[in-house]
Nanobody
Framework: EVQLVESGGGLVQAGGSLRLSCVAS????????IAWFRQAPGKQREGVSC????????HYRDSVKGRFTISSDIAKNTAYLQMNSLKPEDTAVYSC????????????????????WGKGTLVTVSS
């Protein structure tokens, strides 16, 4: 059974940092794309960042460039999202997802072709 479990969310003050983790089981990351999404209250889910495990190529939405860093550890079957200089507008439920195609397929602020999803972890940034 494929499972993705996120952790690392919490309450942080503006300017602070958090590192989210996404642990996968039931498959290996080797050729997958791994993406982080977020959904704020009353808003649509949006893509935050994506990494292609095979090449290490990454993609970020403009609003997090220079502040967030995505990475993956294939040996641990874990993906990470390091979030620095957090802002109140970063408050959301963050979820990870993986795509068997290995491509991020970024378009319009979203990453398509994701096949499996985690349940998410809440990040709250206070001003």
């Amino acid at each position: 059974e494929v499972q993705l479990v996120e952790s690392g969310g919490g309450l942080v003050q503006a300017g602070g940092s958090l590192r989210l983790s996404c642990v996968a089981s039931g498959f290996t990351f080797d050729d997958y794309a791994i993406a982080w999404f977020r959904q704020a209250p009353g808003k649509q889910r949006e893509g935050v960042s994506c990494i292609k495990s095979s090449s290490g190529g990454t993609h970020y939405r403009d609003s997090v460039k220079g502040r967030f860093t995505i990475s993956s550890d294939i040996a641990k079957n874990t993906a990470y999202l390091q979030m620095n200089s957090l802002k109140p507008e970063d408050t959301a439920v963050y979820s990870c997802a993986v795509g068997r195609s290995g491509q991020c397929s970024a378009y319009g602020g979203y990453y398509y072709a994701m096949d499996y999803w985690g349940k998410g972890t809440l990040v709250t940034v206070s001003s």
